[in-house]
């Protein structure tokens, strides 16, 4: 466990309770997907499970279980969305080590041979193109 307690005023269980918006792209009993406000890559996207926990630390595993069975899923959907070369899949635990929001979350992005990553937590991205590559993801979910 990491020993600190859950905090339900994080950004994300406000995205779970429905008081603030996000662009959504898969959403089951368990887990919610939807795109990262900041994206480091075009069809960066983040999952989470509904279940509270701060990270990986506190987890129930038969939560993780189920979350990263959705992250397959989702970086499948993505890969085949934005045409990647490779996928990257990312998850911090603390300050030390990244983290910013404290609702446990897989980060998906899509990555192409020669393109950096923009800086973690960097720039807003337009509402638009992130409707737009939404629909992308969501598009080839199923498929
Ligand atoms: P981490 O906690 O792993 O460092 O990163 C949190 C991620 O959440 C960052 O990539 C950041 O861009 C993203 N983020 C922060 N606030 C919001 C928000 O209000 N909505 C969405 N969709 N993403 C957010």
């Known amino acids: 466990m990491s020993g600190i307690a859950y905090d339900d005023g994080n950004i994300f269980a406000k995205i779970l309770r429905g008081e603030i918006p996000c662009h959504r792209v898969y959403e089951d009993a368990d887990t919610l997907a939807f795109m990262d406000v900041m994206p480091q890559a075009p069809g960066h996207l983040l999952v989470i499970p509904k279940q509270p926990s701060r990270n990986m630390l506190d987890a129930d595993p038969a939560v993780l279980a189920k979350t990263i069975a959705v992250v397959q899923k989702l970086a499948r959907a993505a890969q085949d969305a934005f045409d990647a070369d490779g996928i990257y899949i990312a998850q911090f635990n603390e ?7 404290f609702h446990l ?4 992005v899509p990555r192409h041979e020669g393109e950096a990553l923009k800086p973690h937590s960097g720039k807003m991205e337009d509402n638009e193109i992130l409707a737009t590559n939404a629909e992308k993801i969501i598009g080839e979910l199923g498929n």
Do not use: D, E, L, Y
């Open 95 to 101: 300050p030390a080590a990244g983290q910013t929001v």
């Open 105 to 108: 979350h897989f980060h998906i």
